[in-house]
């Protein structure tokens, strides 16, 4: 009883402590189109907060375009034009290239999700985040990944494409430093935020486009334009948008606020992802059976060109950005042990996937089929 008296007196008073916080309002910006699931998730954080806070912490959500364009939310973060936003670092690589690395970055060294969150939580990798902000750009905010939009397929086009040969002559959307390395491959690129996408490709500025896969590019209409669809990419196997907020509105937060916040965007990345997939795989399979789009695997020579060409940039870059080099050194440290252990340890995707679901459509063999009676 005396346990039990002692685990609800301090339910009380975290519960007293909630609810005596001052009511916080902040207003926050995305770089994506309300209509995209990628600004749900942000809607889902700022739900939580809401829900942890009993009301103390109201966080407004604002789809790109309300305050500034998508590509400004930074700055305007910094300037405290809005109390912060949420993107994606790799949309900074005009400031520093070293912000790619933050999102995971093309071929993420071999890592996905669970090991580039490790690295952030576990690598010293947050601390280089914040690192990067505060005395690489000189800005004043705090940064918490928040967002998993990949693997991100390699794109849409008009016609197929066979091989690397294939890709010279078009011109596609891309961004970040996967537009480095396409450019590098001699593939020309248009450096567009997703809701541009479609009025380019309409007006015939473009002839080919990568945004994300899945239900993001369902919801935007690429089936209309295009119906060849490649996937897998590597140039954002794993990608990982940000929450960013302004350094002085975060000092004003209450100590609760402030783990609300971190508590809540950790949430929001796994419970948002969780829905994701299974929204993904609705998405693939309504383009093909509804909108009679082809999705087909991306020719192997075009994905190992594309690690080959990053691992030449990012070598460059490295060689001539010492916070470049520090961040992808501390990658690899990180991932030349999550790596290979998860490599022992985990079997293969396909292995037990192809024992249950078989490529090509063929059913497993129930449990004694096929045996001799």
Known sequence: ????????????????????????????????????????????????????????????????????????????????????????????VGKNKAGILF?????????????????????????????????????NVIAFPI???GPQAFG??????????GLKGRKCRQTG??????????????????????????????DCAEWVGGVEDLRFGFQNIWKYHYTPGVHES????ELVINGDVWKALSPVHQEIVRSASIETMYRWWAKWQKQNADAVKELQEKHGVKVLRTPPDILLAFLKTWDTIAAEES?????????????????????????????????????YWPEGGAKPAAAGEGKKK
Not at 111 to 132: C, F, N, S
Not at 157 to 165: A, D, T
Not at 331 to 336: E, L, R
Request: proline share 6%; glycine share 10%; with cysteine.
């Open 1 to 92: 009883m005396r346990q039990f008296m002692k685990v609800a007196a301090l339910a009380c008073a975290g519960a007293f402590a909630t609810s005596a916080q001052a009511q916080t309002s902040l207003k926050m910006q995305a770089s994506w189109p309300a209509a995209q699931t990628l600004y749900e998730n942000f809607q889902y954080f700022a739900d939580r907060a809401g829900k942890l806070s009993g009301g103390t912490l109201k966080i407004e959500t604002m789809p790109a375009g309300q305050v500034v364009p998508a590509f400004e939310v930074l700055d305007a973060t910094h300037k405290k034009v809005i109390d912060g936003h949420h993107s994606w670092a790799g949309y900074w």
């Open 103 to 139: 999102t995971g970055g093309p071929g993420a060294l071999g890592m996905d999700y669970v090991d580039v969150m490790g690295w952030h939580y576990e690598g010293g990798g947050w601390d280089l985040y914040q690192e990067y902000y505060r005395d690489q750009l000189k800005l």
């Open 147 to 149: 967002l998993p939009s």
């Open 319 to 355: 060689a001539k950005n010492p916070f470049f080099k520090k961040v992808h050194d501390s990658q690899k440290a990180y991932a030349s042990v999550a790596v290979p252990s998860k490599r022992f340890y985990f079997p293969p995707y396909s292995f037990i996937a192809n024992h």
């Open 238 to 241: 794993v990608t990982i948008g």
């Open 177 to 206: 430093m996967a537009a480095e390395v396409w450019n590098r491959m001699g593939v020309a690129t248009v450096n567009l935020p997703g809701g541009e996408i479609m009025p380019a490709a309409q007006r015939g500025a473009i």
């Open 156 to 165: 849409w086009f008009k016609r197929p494409i066979k091989n690397l040969g």
